[in-house]
């Protein structure tokens, strides 16, 4: 049937195919069941790559597929000028739930998770997270237009949180904040777009303000 089968038997014998300068340039192991190209196949469970031995080893978990090299190891994706090169995570729902996008027009690197895009990475190096077109070096958007670091005291479990920027409008005053502070008791301090700065106890300590000042008189000079 023009079909050939070699060691159809399943017995623990090696199938190898030379090159140039290269005994084992194709090479099939029987004792590791391990594919090799270059030399033969010791290490993970499918195909396993290598020029030069590293002395390494490689996890259980991410060892499919191997390249190995004694000083750099690379691995290159090409593509057409107006093209992408992609690595794809897929699963049994959805064959890519995540990804990593290269997008040769334009030249910009994106990040997708649960199907959409959550960062990318403009060719100028303008970084945006949750939004692709970018208003700046930096620019983090989400649903309710909060960015927010948090963190938590090694002496217990107190939080506190330090808000950039806060999208929704503070109805008692229609005003929007642009950094504000809370912790455990809630609100600690906030600036706010009208150029107000509101603490929790009405105290602005060495804040120096017309704004937030009575009684302002001229010093006579003596």
């Excluded at 469970?45 to 190891?73: F, I, K, P, W």
């Amino acid at each position: 049937d023009g079909a050939f089968t070699f060691n159809e038997g399943s017995a623990d014998v090696d199938f190898r195919v030379e090159s140039n300068g290269n005994a084992n340039m194709l090479f099939i192991s029987g004792g590791n069941d391990v594919v090799g190209i270059g030399a033969e196949g010791d290490l993970g469970v499918g195909l396993h790559v290598r020029t030069a031995d590293s002395g390494a080893s490689v996890a259980g978990d991410m060892d499919e597929l191997v390249l190995e090299n004694s000083t750099n190891t690379g691995l290159t994706i090409l593509s057409a000028t107006d093209g992408l090169g992609r690595i794809a995570f897929g699963d049994s729902g959805d064959n890519a739930i995540g990804g990593i996008d290269y997008l040769q027009n334009g030249n910009s690197l994106k990040f997708t998770t649960a199907g959409s895009e959550r960062m990318r990475i403009e060719s100028g190096g303008l970084v945006g997270i949750g939004v692709s077109s970018m208003g700046g070096k930096l620019h983090v958007e989400t649903a309710s237009n909060i960015i927010g670091i948090k963190t938590s005291c090694t002496s217990g479990s107190y939080d506190s949180t330090v808000t950039l920027f806060e999208g929704d409008r503070n109805t008692s005053n229609n005003s929007y904040s642009i950094i504000q502070g809370k912790n455990g008791g809630g609100l600690t301090f906030q600036v706010q777009d009208s150029g107000n700065v509101v603490n929790a106890n009405n105290s602005y300590g060495s804040t120096s303000d017309e704004r937030i000042k009575q009684n302002i008189a001229d010093a006579s000079s003596q």
